[in-house]
């Protein structure tokens, strides 16, 4: 007799079938989706067949691995038993608290995403340009902010995936997320610190790796604490608190280190500003966020060869990641193109005073930020109701018709058009930002859930190397400061455009459907 075993997609059921009738169908290859009204049987020519009348039952599943339950029947968990998966959307997490109480929840779930988003928005888009400029050269300002990230980005593929692999199969009893979490957290400040004491480009190089390197020890496990505590159907929810968090985060630190650098004229000061956001900042995730502990008996022995293994994602399962990922690259390519440059776009084409720079930078970047938050905050839920693809279709449209004025503004220069084009940007980068993290859990495998979520937040690390590398180049190679602007955001045109085509062959449906394979017992 023929039972198939498997996962029902939306309350963690065993389906198993009992029919005696069909004896003689001992055809393994047939596979079966389901979803919560259909039952369908793929007959191997593509198409399906409504079978829904077929005597079907549903078993409760246990959040184990049992291999004698009562039947004999082997049962699966979806929490990655053996593998060192995470809970993953599983729909039988707790809910999280309604109310006020909810509202605790998430913004404490989201306090450390916050505290970075502090830190490398106010590095990227003021520290390290002003410090580069005066550590490298005004004359050599463009060609360093386009090239001393690629350090950091070598340090993120490398400490990202490995501390995302490590956090999934560790087994720690205080939960094996935040215990990177605060070990990242020690490693990146005392970095920061020491990035603001040097003068020396060699040194400053030096620490800018060690401030990756606590960044993503601590955020590839912090990717996968999401999965591990919220169910699937607060993706969305969940996804814009972390934007909103980003949001804020990128405010603080965009503001706040503006404001030491013109008036301390103290790189020490900026940076133990930074220091204390993240240090207060990532204690309410550390302390305020619980999880449960994995049990030894349930992981696997992490070794080299499984690790090196953990990076084949075979087409037929991650197909769907892997263009989030290219979608991601794309938009953040666009995004990286302009946003380094800004300080320099205002000075060389609006043509601001030279002695408020910081001023002036901080204000269209806050103004950018300020009006990205409430697209962020109803971009999660709008997605749980009308699609993430559509709110990307929005969200890059947005971006891609701002960036065409930011290159109209290079021949008809206007501070007021500025603060226009930088408000509307941020509402269309918010949209993106609320349905981000959401789009890449709905279409990710469960298994090794930090890891793999390593590998997608590459696509928005390498971003922040090779787009400013590109428009630095162009900058600083062409005759004029108008041509080159106008060439480098003409490409950030490019980024936005191929991410809104880059978003149509994901197919979110297909993960609805769970498949069953026939077993022989």
């Not at 829904?52 to 029947?73: A, I, M, Q, V, W």
């Not at 215990?179 to 060699?202: E, R």
């Not at 630190?253 to 993240?278: C, D, E």
């Not at 550390?286 to 090196?308: A, C, G, M, Q």
Request: hydrophobic share 45%; with cysteine.
């Amino acid at each position: 007799m023929d039972k198939y075993h498997e996962l029902a997609n939306s309350n963690s059921s065993l389906i198993e079938n009992n029919s005696n009738n069909n004896n003689n169908n001992n055809n393994n290859n047939n596979i079966f989706s389901i979803d919560s009204e259909l039952i369908y049987e793929d007959d191997g020519r593509g198409e399906e067949e409504n079978i829904h009348e077929k005597p079907f039952k549903f078993k409760e599943l246990d959040n184990s691995f049992d291999d004698d339950d009562d039947n004999g029947d082997l049962i699966f968990s979806n929490g990655g038993v053996g593998g060192g998966g995470g809970g993953g959307g599983n729909e039988r997490i707790k809910e999280p608290p309604k109310g006020i109480k909810g509202v605790i929840f998430y913004l404490c779930l989201s306090s450390y995403w916050l505290a970075t988003s502090a830190i490398m928005g106010g590095l990227i888009s003021l520290v390290w340009p002003s410090q580069i400029a005066l550590i490298g050269g005004e004359e050599n300002k463009e060609k360093y902010v386009g090239l001393l990230p690629i350090l950091g980005a070598i340090t993120s593929i490398i400490v990202g995936p490995l501390s995302g692999f490590l956090s999934d199969h560790c087994t720690n009893r205080f939960g094996r997320r935040r215990i990177f979490i605060a070990s990242g957290s020690v490693v990146a400040m005392i970095s920061l610190f020491l990035t603001g004491t040097t003068n020396n480009i060699y040194a400053f190089m030096l620490f800018l790796m060690g401030i990756q390197f606590g960044i993503m020890w601590g955020t590839s496990p912090f990717n996968g604490l999401m999965p591990d505590i919220v169910p699937k159907s607060k993706y969305g929810i969940a996804s814009g608190y972390l934007a909103f968090s980003n949001a804020i985060g990128q405010l603080i630190g965009v503001v706040g280190t503006a404001l030491l650098i013109h008036y301390t004229k103290s790189y020490i000061a900026t940076y133990s500003f930074l220091v204390l956001i993240l240090g207060v900042l990532a204690l309410p995730t550390l302390i305020r966020i619980h999880e449960t502990p994995l049990s030894p008996n349930h992981v696997e022995k992490i070794t080299f060869k499984r690790f090196i293994y953990s990076f084949y994602l075979p087409s037929s399962t991650y197909k769907d990641f892997y263009w989030v990922i290219i979608t991601r690259f794309m938009q953040e390519m666009g995004v990286y193109s302009i946003l380094p440059f800004f300080g320099y776009y205002l000075t060389d084409i609006i043509h601001i005073d030279q002695t408020n720079k910081e001023l002036y930078t901080s204000a269209i970047l806050s103004l950018i930020i300020i009006t990205s938050i409430p697209s962020a905050i109803i971009g999660g839920p709008l997605s749980d109701k009308y699609g993430r693809k559509l709110l990307v279709y929005i969200s890059c449209s947005i971006m891609t018709l701002v960036t065409c004025g930011f290159i109209v503004l290079s021949f008809i220069p206007s501070l007021k058009l500025v603060l226009l084009f930088s408000g509307l940007f941020g509402v269309g980068y918010g949209c993106y930002q609320g349905v981000d993290y959401a789009l890449a859990l709905d279409v990710l495998p469960q298994e090794n859930v930090a890891k793999d979520l390593s590998l997608w937040h590459q696509a928005l690390i390498f971003p922040q190397v090779i787009a400013p590398a590109i428009s630095g180049l162009v900058i600083n190679s062409l005759k004029t400061k108008v041509l080159g602007y106008t060439i480098a955001f003409t490409i950030a045109v490019f980024w936005f455009l191929l991410s809104t085509i880059m978003i149509k062959p994901i197919n979110l449906n297909r993960n609805k459907f769970i498949k069953l394979t026939p077993i022989n017992l």
